[in-house]
């Protein structure tokens, strides 16, 4: 049974390299059914740099008068360098920017699944929580003017795919 699985691994290592993938093969008809955007012909999206200047200076700056980790005091300085400067914007600064901006625009965006407020790798940051006392600084929501709701939602829910839909289904 050893010989057998081994000579089928090397076989299929073998027919590897000879392997031609063709970037659009993913593309089913059921597909298509669901997403009938051309990605060719579809309409450029993005925002001007300075307007990203302006939207990432304004997220990423925590209050003075609060005390924070001194770790994310510095991930949200070294945001605002990198915004500033243009380079190396990492992960969570992009997804924090693009976040930012649809706000910004009217539109709402809200996150669940586990450990979202903090971002599983500490990329996120959507809540900053206080050293010093209870609580949390959503530097998003405390950018934006909310009106009567909160416009960005990142919400921590259970480990399992189950306790997500189950979320999801009572919030809607």
């Keep these: ?5 081994q000579t089928n691994l090397e076989n299929a290592y073998v027919k ?7 970037n659009e093969a993913w593309e ?4 298509q059914n669901i997403m009938p955007i051309n990605v060719e012909t579809a309409s450029k999206s993005g925002v001007p740099k300075d307007r990203l200047v302006q939207v990432g200076t304004k997220i990423s700056s925590l209050p003075e008068d609060k005390n924070f980790h001194r770790l994310v005091k510095k991930i949200f300085e070294q945001r605002v360098e990198s915004i500033q400067g243009g380079k190396n914007i990492d992960w969570g600064t992009a997804e924090a920017l693009a976040f930012a901006t649809l706000i910004e625009d009217g539109f709402q965006v809200r996150l669940s699944g586990q450990d979202v407020e903090r971002g599983t790798f ?8 206080y050293q010093d006392t209870d609580g949390y600084y959503n530097p998003i929501n405390a950018a934006f003017q909310q009106g009567s709701y909160r416009r960005f939602i990142a919400s921590n829910s259970h480990l399992s ?3 997500v ?6 919030y809607a």
Excluded: C, D, N
């Design 165 to 170: 839909l189950g979320y999801e289904l009572g």
């Design 1 to 5: 049974m050893k010989a057998e699985i």
């Design 122 to 129: 500490s990329h996120r940051h959507a809540h900053v929580f």
């Design 16 to 22: 590897s390299k000879s392997l031609q993938f063709h």
């Design 28 to 31: 089913t008809p059921e597909w």
């Design 161 to 163: 795919e189950f306790a």
